[in-house]
């Protein structure tokens, strides 16, 4: 699987967009660009997935660079309740099981 | 949506016993549910992946004896600490593949469960 990185930690002010980069330098073709987040002492949220394209939900919004080794998870307007620390997840898609989480960043909305 | 469900959310165990912590998934089927834990301040670790009607797969490092799981039904997957000592307390988490996508990967999580062994 690809590895990520991911800055450890960020802050953002209340009602600004916060912008967290993902950094997949060797993502492969058929690898699925995934980012959930963990409140505290809660189990984790699936928040946005992309494989190529720009995906945009309800939470959030996916940007993918077009030779796709780096994408950005954008929180258009971050709220206290958005504190948390986000994960970027690079897998295969199908059936393909298992996520495995790296150490994802810290983002610590402030009023 | 797909929703996991973890039962219990807490428990206090003395050291030498075992404890159940059930996984079920309330709206949809899962023949896969994947155990993790997860100790402070640190990031998820996974532990095995439970398949419904076979053996678990255990990463690397993952005591199978220690650990038991058993899927027996397509909505809970169940693990077994056994004979729990303190440097068991962890929070453990499972999670299922839901229906979100048939294409993608996405995993439902549940909200975990807290193990304090004295």
């Known amino acids: 699987d690809a590895k990520t990185t991911q800055p450890p930690s960020m802050d953002c002010a209340e009602g600004r967009a916060a912008n967290l980069p993902c950094n997949h330098s060797t993502i492969s073709g058929n690898e699925y660009v995934y980012w959930y987040r963990q409140i505290h002492s809660q189990g984790p949220q699936y928040i946005i997935h992309?494989?190529?394209n720009n995906e945009t939900n309800e939470m959030a919004s996916l940007i993918i660079t077009e030779d796709r080794k780096s994408s950005t998870l954008i929180l258009p307007h971050a709220t206290l309740r958005d504190t948390a620390v986000y994960y970027c997840?690079?897998?295969?898609?199908?059936?393909?099981?298992?996520?495995?989480f790296g150490q994802g960043t810290t983002l610590q909305v402030k009023p | 949506g797909a929703v996991v469900s973890q039962h219990p959310s807490r428990v206090i165990c003395k050291s030498g016993t075992s404890v159940k912590i059930e996984c079920r998934s309330l709206d949809f089927q899962a023949t896969t549910m994947f155990w993790y834990r997860q100790f402070p301040k640190q990031s998820l670790m996974l532990m095995a992946t439970?398949?419904?009607?076979?053996?678990?797969?255990?990463e690397q490092g993952v005591e199978k004896d220690k650990f038991l799981i058993n899927h027996a039904s397509l909505t809970l997957s169940t693990l077994t600490v056994t004979s729990a000592h303190p440097e068991d307390s962890s929070f453990y988490i499972c999670?299922?593949?839901?229906?979100?996508?048939?294409?993608?990967?996405?995993?439902?999580f549940g909200a975990g469960s807290r193990l304090t062994v004295l």
């Open positions: 999670s299922a593949r839901g229906d979100r996508d048939s294409g993608a990967n996405v995993l439902t």
């Open positions: 992309g494989l190529k």
């Open positions: 439970s398949n419904e009607g076979s053996k678990a797969t255990y």
């Open positions: 997840i690079v897998r295969g898609g199908g059936n393909t099981g298992k996520l495995i």
